[in-house]
């Protein structure tokens, strides 16, 4: 290579060779998720939709690519591929799980329907409901612990275990 005019030795340079990534998502029952979106997340992106089999190939990939994994009706993934050296292929397998949903009422020590700010949390959608009534929607599964409060201070700590898919009623009493 010349620079400013002189030859300048960079030494030996070799390129890892591309390499086929083979996805298959699923649900957490092992059926196949068709039309699910597979997005790449590396130097250039590039996405695409699975098959009717929850298959897609992603060709000529990085050695390593962070892929993002969605479909209608089930929470998103990231989902992080590593390719050895010399393998050309690789299958990965992706499973996305349906998220809870959970309705929360506040009540004080008398039963009656508290109003409570909504929590704001990043892993959560919330929205408040009715008097007293949060909503949360796309909860993933397993233990979940939510702080409400009210305008004037008091609070309660709900603490419950979600199943995938599930809907659930909780109250709790701020005091």
């Known amino acids: 290579m010349k620079v ?3 030859d300048v030795d960079l030494g030996d340079v070799s390129m890892l060779s ?5 996805v298959r998502v699923s649900t957490s029952s092992g059926a196949p998720i068709p039309g699910a979106v597979v997005v790449t997340s ?3 992106p590039s996405q695409g939709v699975t ?3 929850g298959r897609i190939r992603i060709p000529g990939r990085n050695r390593t690519e962070t892929l993002r994994v969605s479909a209608g009706g089930f929470l998103d993934t990231w989902h992080d591929v590593e390719v050895p ?4 292929r690789i299958e990965t397998p992706v499973v996305l799980v349906r998220p809870a949903r959970l309705l929360v009422r506040a009540v004080g020590r008398d ?3 508290v109003p409570v ?3 704001e949390r990043d892993d959560l959608t919330a929205r408040a409901s009715g008097p007293g009534e949060i909503v949360l929607t796309s909860v993933p599964p397993g233990p979940l612990s939510l702080v409400l409060k009210d305008r004037e201070g008091r609070s309660a700590t709900l603490r419950t275990t979600l199943r995938e898919g599930e809907i659930r009623v909780e109250t709790v009493t701020l005091e």
């Open 85 to 88: 050296e010399r393998v050309r």
């Open 42 to 44: 590396h130097f250039i």
């Open 111 to 113: 039963g009656r329907p």
């Open 18 to 22: 591309p390499c086929d990534i083979f």
């Open 4 to 6: 400013a005019g002189s």
């Open 51 to 53: 098959d009717r089999r």
């Open 117 to 119: 700010l909504v929590p």
